[in-house]
């Protein structure tokens, strides 16, 4: 899933991608979702989750988007809404494209010319498929690793 900074507001900063990187923390704990991958950036979040019925991506997103509003806009000494209402998801069928998600969300840094590669931006879950696991623990959230059934690796 994507969401996207409503337009006009001043783009995320250093000091407050830990607060969306807590918020999503919290919200997984509370909701129980699987977070496979994520990445930040200034105006807008990536996201690969997995939910399970009753649960809906929905569901998650707009606890997200309601908890960060709240601490950002405290943070900012601002209210309202800070995150566009739409919402863009996508049903990820099998393996290859679970793959190729990853990769978009992961490479979206280094295509914005933030940082010449995806190791380089702190603020994803690149780190998390590292085989070296220092570098792995330094990930501000581990994510979960899922195991896919044999029907959806196509």
């Not at 337009?7 to 995320?12: A, H, Q, V």
């Not at 914005?112 to 590669?117: A, R």
Request: aromatic letters at 10%.
């Amino acid at each position: 899933m994507t969401t996207n900074l409503r337009r006009g507001l001043p783009p995320l900063g250093t000091t407050e991608f830990p607060l969306v990187i807590e918020v999503l923390e919290a919200s997984r704990r509370r909701l129980g979702f699987a977070l496979c991958g994520y990445v930040l950036m200034p105006d807008h979040f990536h996201a690969l989750i997995g939910v399970s019925s009753p649960l809906s991506i929905s569901q998650v997103l707009h606890e997200v988007k309601k908890a960060s509003a709240r601490r950002l806009n405290k943070a900012r000494g601002t209210e309202g809404t800070l995150w566009q209402h739409q919402f863009w998801d996508r049903f990820v069928r099998h393996a290859d494209e679970f793959r190729e998600r990853l990769e978009y969300m992961h490479l979206n840094p280094v295509r914005k010319h933030m940082v010449s590669g995806p190791g380089d931006w702190r603020w994803s879950s690149y780190c998390n498929f590292v085989a070296d696991g220092r570098v792995s623990a330094r990930c501000p959230i581990q994510i979960d690793h899922v195991q896919l059934s044999e029907q959806f690796r196509g």
